[in-house]
């Protein structure tokens, strides 16, 4: 008995070590993808795509902190891009000098402010009534660049261009340098979610979602945990906006983080899979490339035949039907999907 115990004991440990060497390699070949793909793409696809991919992943993660791991809904993560973007930009404006990421943490920081300031209705109220709270965050955020001139430097249309992207005596300013920049930024933000999550304000937040009065009566600081969310989040969606206004547009403008913004990051987090910080990524690869490949396949195939405004609306109607379907059948998001698929190819790996 004894022995066969062991056997299976020293299988077992096979088997979690070779689980452990397919979670590197498969590690490696993705760190390896990212480090190979300048080399591999066109300076378009660089620009155009991976580089807002990176940017809108980055800002998903926020968005999936404080409604996928703390259980509170909101809508205004664009709102608190901007303001990432405009701190970023007027610390620059002031103080020419400051190193670029340091801009990049400055407007995460007011961003976490604000986030934490809007946050507040949170230790009252819930559901719906926070969406509205959240909500005036986007008006009003976007209201105040607008009509206060201060923040773009008194320009007179509203729109300012990034200050040059240097970063330690090395110029970032390529289509290629925008995507090293990017993975510069996401990467270690990525990286720092995870152990957040998985350490103990990660616990905290969850038993907040799952139960709140429960958390609070084994001694959870509830209150605390979702400022903490909010501020959090609020850091990740404004370091987010920096890099979208800084490395994808060149231009920092209010109307380019409008509401649609904000509901494009809240679908991303959705379809990702909330409560996973690869989903965010899963689900910005969904919302941004999907629509491409749409766009390619139904303009070669119809595009001499059918009228362009029709095609455009067609597609949009084919993309929704899609996300509904998906979210119908999968509503744990991509995160589950790739879970699973995971979980089998570990299991024919393993089969001896």
């Known amino acids: 008995m004894s022995t066969d115990v062991s056997a299976w004991s020293q299988s077992e440990d096979v088997k979690m070590t070779r689980k452990t060497a397919l979670s590197i390699a498969a590690t490696v070949l993705v760190a390896a993808l990212a480090l190979a793909l300048p080399r591999l793409v066109t300076d378009y696809v660089l620009s155009a795509i991976l580089v807002p991919f990176l940017a809108l992943a980055l800002a998903a993660i926020g968005q999936n902190l404080v409604t996928g791991y703390a259980g509170q809904l909101s ?4 709102a608190f891009m901007s303001v990432g973007a405009f701190a970023a930009y007027d610390l620059h404006l002031h103080v020419p000098s400051i190193p670029l990421l340091v801009s990049f943490a400055f407007g995460g920081f007011i961003a976490a402010v604000t986030g934490a300031l809007f946050g507040l209705p949170s230790l009252r109220i819930r559901g719906f009534y926070l969406v509205a709270s959240t909500l005036a965050a986007q008006f009003f955020i976007e209201w105040l660049f607008t009509k206060v001139g201060w923040f773009s430097g008194n320009s007179a249309s509203g729109v300012i261009m990034a200050p040059p992207l240097v ?32 350490g103990r304000v990660g ?27 909010f501020a959090i989040g609020s850091f990740y969606c404004g370091v987010a906006g920096a890099l979208w206004a800084f490395a994808y ?35 910005a690869a969904f919302v941004v490339l999907f629509p491409i490949a749409l766009d390619n396949v139904a303009g070669g195939a119809l595009g001499s035949v059918v009228d362009p405004g029709l095609l455009e609306n067609v597609e ?7 996300v509904i379907l998906f979210l119908v059948k999968q509503p744990a998001g991509l995160a589950r999907l790739a879970a699973i698929a995971w979980t089998r190819l570990c299991r024919v790996a393993l089969r001896e």
Do not use: C
């Open 249 to 283: 547009l060149g231009t920092v403008e209010p109307h380019g983080f409008d509401l649609d913004r904000s509901f494009q990051i809240l679908f991303i987090a959705i379809l990702g899979g909330l409560g996973s910080v690869v989903g965010p990524f899963l689900g």
């Open 167 to 198: 970063v330690a005596g090395l110029d970032f300013s390529s289509p290629g340098g925008h995507y090293w920049l990017s993975l510069l930024v996401v990467v270690p933000l990525a990286i720092l979610g995870r152990n957040l999550v998985q």
């Open 75 to 78: 809508v205004g993560s664009a």
């Open 203 to 229: 616990r905290a937040w969850m038993a907040v979602r799952d139960m709140e009065i429960a958390a609070a009566i084994v001694g959870v600081p509830t209150r605390r945990a979702k400022l903490l969310a």
């Open 316 to 322: 949009k109607i084919i993309f929704g039907s899609l």
